[in-house]
């Protein structure tokens, strides 16, 4: 057994976390058809009934909205939403779904935003992504003004954004301006890589985090979510109380 696979085994927990501790999802690809996610009701379902088994008592689900790939719109986003609901609610699956969307800061973001078109959730909170390659250089203003609109930004995942790993001030200075953090479960489990594991529970261990989303596409995503619950750092988050994710 390899040293990272000691380590690993050595902070696992001897038990899963009971998920209604967290219970609501704030971040999925869950609606079929309109992103990369899930690709049919069928699965979309499976997936829907795999949350509420862990205990989730609700899904916000969160499609892309991009502006040269995904060009999600509110009516193509709530028609398929009213679609799934009324799947599930044929499954008999009691579980509340809702949506907003995942916004991938780029020049559609900056023109939705000024047009007031910006689908949001909880306390007026709007889920923002960046590139995985290159740092926005426009982030410190886009998100002043999204505040001084009201707007609570979210950073979708930024355990994944690599560009800033050797600059952690980076992110300090983020939190510092009242950004707040969602990081991926999955992250926790490793799924991406060991490096985007660490700097997830350095986030964790500097109380950084406000948020835990799935990020769930396909079963595969929820087999690694389901991974996190042995995590030490996971349990750790929720015993900290500083999770917002039961806000919702």
Do not use: C
């Not at 799934?84 to 008999?92: F, H």
């Not at 750092?233 to 999770?243: D, P, R, T, V, Y």
């Amino acid at each position: 057994m390899s040293v990272f696979n000691n380590f690993f085994t050595s902070n696992k927990l001897k038990h899963p976390i009971d998920m209604s501790l967290i219970s609501t999802d704030m971040h999925s690809h869950l609606i079929p058809g309109i992103d990369d996610g899930s690709e049919s009701v069928e699965d979309s379902i499976e997936l829907i009934r795999s949350f509420y088994n862990l205990g989730y008592k609700k899904i916000i689900t969160t499609p892309h909205i991009m502006f040269d790939f995904f060009k999600n719109t509110p009516e193509i986003i709530f028609k398929n939403l009213e679609n799934l609901k009324n799947a599930v609610a044929k499954e008999q699956i009691p579980i509340k779904i809702e949506a907003a969307a995942e916004y991938m800061l780029d020049e559609g973001f900056i023109q939705k935003f000024r047009a007031g078109e910006l689908l949001t959730f909880g306390k007026k909170y709007v889920l923002i992504e960046l590139s995985a390659y290159f740092p926005p250089d426009s982030i410190y203003q886009v998100m002043f003004d999204l505040k001084l609109d009201g707007y609570n930004p979210i950073l979708a995942h930024p355990e994944r954004y690599a560009y800033w790993y050797s600059d952690f001030e980076k992110f300090v200075t983020l939190k510092d301006r009242e950004i707040l953090f969602q990081i991926n479960l999955p992250s926790l489990a490793g799924y991406y890589s060991a490096e985007v594991r660490k700097i997830a529970e350095k986030f964790i261990d500097n109380n950084m985090v406000d948020f835990v989303g799935s990020d769930t596409h396909n079963s595969v995503y929820f087999e690694q979510l389901e991974k996190s619950r042995y995590s030490k750092h996971l349990e750790k988050l929720i015993n900290s109380g500083m999770l917002k994710n039961k806000e919702l």
